[in-house]
């Protein structure tokens, strides 16, 4: 999409040559062929450094950007990103593409859609109607279990199992709302990875990231009915029991262990070794690894403890 | 079905002239060709104005109907309805309407199922093993993602994205339970009715109403894994996070926002512009509109944090 | 698979004659060709009952085993026995099994799938994208919406609805961990049994028990999205509201109410007639029955009532 086409839809001015623009990306993120945009004030320091070729951007802010990076002033450059967004978002189906690619040795139900340039890997089992999207990617030994829905570009590791009516790469819960309260989808053109050797459960959603990946690590355990928002990532070993909920673009190191119920705002990062009670409640980072928590608001799972003898009293 | 049908089943007298029965419907909202009942005494204001031909009642407040009504005397009223319900219920699929109307310009898998009597709007995509039940109705522009099942008689409007898994029009929880414990299903012969611009993310579920329709009014947005109980309405533009629970007959206003894992009880009326932080459990109803609220039970959310001052201040 | 190739695969040692073993199973309920394994200090006391032809065992507890018992020391014993699982995990489908039984009557949709050696009862409908696995059965009368998937092994009683996007007999969450902190599946190769009359909603999780079997008894009834763990027992008639959540191996009696979104840790017990009011977690046996409980930790409900009192009075 050339950045005159860009200008026009957005409905704004540039100063400079045009040039084809190939997506949309974070500030720290963007490559010189992206655009980016900025209406966090968390994110203003990426200005200055951004390799964006140009960004939508708020009158007030548009000085500090760096003079080869061509500023594109909207009043709401959320909501004008959101509008962009789906300029770049690619047809849920590629029938140009080429048959899927089918391993030695799988085991592939007539009742399974394989969509158009997917590649599955040898020794697998996909069963009725699961369906792997375009260009999703499978790889050696792995299971899907009925009715799994794996959307377009989406990758999955070696020695992994998917059970039934689990959905890898669902639309994260992004968008833009006006002054008038309406929304605007912003299109979700990142994907999912996810590594070998993981086991996810029944009735999970894992939602594709915005921009790059949400990522599930190597080894890692997903019970049934958890919720993984967009951009996410589970580290290796991970331990994710039923119904826990991960909101967007939470972190998690290594060995982390989630009860039942528990669940984590976005935007955080929590250390490796980390054990959250059942129904815990994590709204901040968590830095020191290896200990236990529980509670919402969360506290350190002694203190908890600590916290129920004393309310037990009060009411004595 | 004949009246004297219908006593014949209930097991009960009726005086007066036969006549044809074509559905049942809360006194409130009955016609002159339905049956009513009463079991909660909440309604029994309703007895009086009720335009049902008859009402299933006990028999200490048969003589509070109009003249014109005919009462049904049972020992247990909701009992006999949730008995009755079934003779109203239409089958699952009826294979005696027409083939399906197809819009222009639409994609749809040959894995799908559309179900005989549905009408599928224009430019709509339609994937693999997604099912379309008898009689549903999709507007234009609409994307529904592999394996969503939508139920009979369920309408979903133009613009509208399903994600992956979800169901639209399952049976709302409903039943009567006698003195052994026993229940009986009530049959939920009503329907969901989702608006223009509704975005629904992926193992979500709506319930259909057991009479009249569940509602998801304009531009709203729900996450994945949420439910929504028989006879909700979501208001416009009304933003639900993942693992959100609404019970039944819960009513939200417009630009209602309900943070993760939080969850409504049942015939409550919130006010537009409610905001309810993650976890948040509404019990009562929200009058003023525009107010930020927190926790279980539900408090104000500034109170809420006082309160979290509070106790950690009880556990130094 | 005999003694000695078990051993082989354990890289362990055993004194006695080889034999053929059948499987795997918990001391207690072990028969004279099947191994256990004991991991857990709760169960020793079952050592010197065991009907085990062997046992997979730490070093320290090998003398107490009868002496009709082989014991087969490793140093990790429950890594151990998650090794063996595999062996014994039935093929997920298997084609060698005869053409599935359909009873009179049945409307099956050419779009379900119906593994091989599946039984199916009369009058029975089975909706499109549903799927039985091998050598599943399903009783008369019952319907089957679309999308549900039914693992292999799983039986389903007279009588039942399942709605759409359902699963029935998943895999329990079960894996061991060894001290890099890796993890090894558990294959769990007991099943569900869903016994007559019982519904459950839609994008439900039934997990299948790693030995025996998960228990849905007579009558009872289950909201959407609700969690039931490997191992667990629902008594007849009972509740379980929309987002429940039950942990492994707990049960409940007849007639448990338990609200939206409440929760049992595993292991429990819980007496016949409780109620819990929603969001309550339950984290000890309930051995009175006919009592209410709410909250988190789990109190009387008329408590819990006093204590948000309380902490109200705490803000004013």
Same mark, same amino acid.
């Given at each position: 999409?050339?950045?005159? *086409?860009?200008t026009s839809v ?5 100063q /400079? ?18 655009? !980016?945009?900025v209406?966090n004030?968390k ?9 964006a ?7 007030n802010?548009? +000085?500090?950007l760096?003079?080869?990076?061509i ?5 709401? %450059?959320?909501? !004008? ?12 189906e590629?029938? !140009? &593409? $080429? ?8 085991q592939v ?5 394989i969509?158009?340039?997917? =590649? ?5 089992? =996909?069963?009725? #109607?699961?369906? =792997? ?5 499978? /790889? ?5 279990y %009925?009715?799994?829905?794996?959307y377009r570009?989406?990758?999955i ?5 998917? #059970?039934?009516?689990?959905?890898? $790469? ?7 709302t006006n *002054?008038?309260?309406?929304h ?6 990142g ?6 050797d993981? *086991? ?16 599930? @690590?190597? $080894?890692?355990?997903? +019970?049934?009915?958890?919720?993984i928002?967009h951009?996410?990532?589970? /580290? ?7 119904q826990?909920g ?7 190191g ?8 528990a669940?984590?705002? $976005? #935007? ?5 070794f !980390? ?11 968590i @830095?020191?690894? /290896? ?9 350190? #799972?002694r203190l908890? &403890? ?7 009293r009060?009411i004595?």
């Amino acid at each position: 999409m050339k950045l005159s *086409e860009i200008t026009s839809v957005l409905d704004c001015d540039f100063q /400079g040559k045009d040039r084809e623009i190939i997506g949309i990306n974070t500030l720290k993120d963007a490559k010189e062929h992206e655009v !980016s945009f900025v209406s966090n004030s968390k994110y203003v320091k990426d200005l200055e450094t951004t390799k964006a070729a140009a960004v939508i951007i708020s009158e007030n802010l548009a +000085d500090k950007l760096p003079v080869t990076c061509i500023p594109l002033v909207t009043k709401n %450059p959320y909501w !004008s990103m959101a509008v962009l967004s789906k300029y770049f978002a690619p047809p849920i189906e590629d029938n !140009s &593409l $080429g048959e899927p690619k089918i391993g030695r040795n799988c085991q592939v139900s007539t009742k399974a859609e394989i969509a158009k340039g997917a =590649i599955i890997g040898e020794n697998c089992i =996909i069963l009725a #109607h699961a369906y =792997i999207g375009t260009e999703a990617e499978i /790889g050696n030994n792995t299971t899907i279990y %009925p009715s799994v829905t794996v959307y377009r570009d989406c990758k999955i590791g070696n020695d992994c199992i998917i #059970h039934a009516n689990t959905v890898v $790469g669902s639309d994260g819960f992004g968008f833009a709302t006006n *002054e008038k309260g309406e929304h605007k989808k912003i299109y979700q053109n990142g994907n999912v990875m996810i590594e070998d050797d993981v *086991e996810i459960g029944s009735n999970v959603s894992i939602d594709r990231a915005v921009f790059g990946s949400t990522v599930i @690590k190597k $080894g890692s355990r997903i +019970d049934n009915l958890v919720q993984i928002g967009h951009n996410c990532e589970v /580290g290796e070993y991970s331990v994710l029991v039923s119904q826990v909920g991960l909101a967007g673009s939470t972190k998690l190191g290594r060995n982390v262990v989630m009860g039942g119920q528990a669940a984590a705002a $976005g #935007h955080l990062e929590i250390a490796s070794f !980390s054990t959250f009670a059942a129904r815990s409640g994590i709204t901040r980072n968590i @830095k020191e690894p /290896g200990k236990t928590y529980a509670g919402f608001p969360l506290m350190d #799972h002694r203190l908890w &403890l600590k916290l129920q003898a004393k309310l037990a009293r009060l009411i004595k």
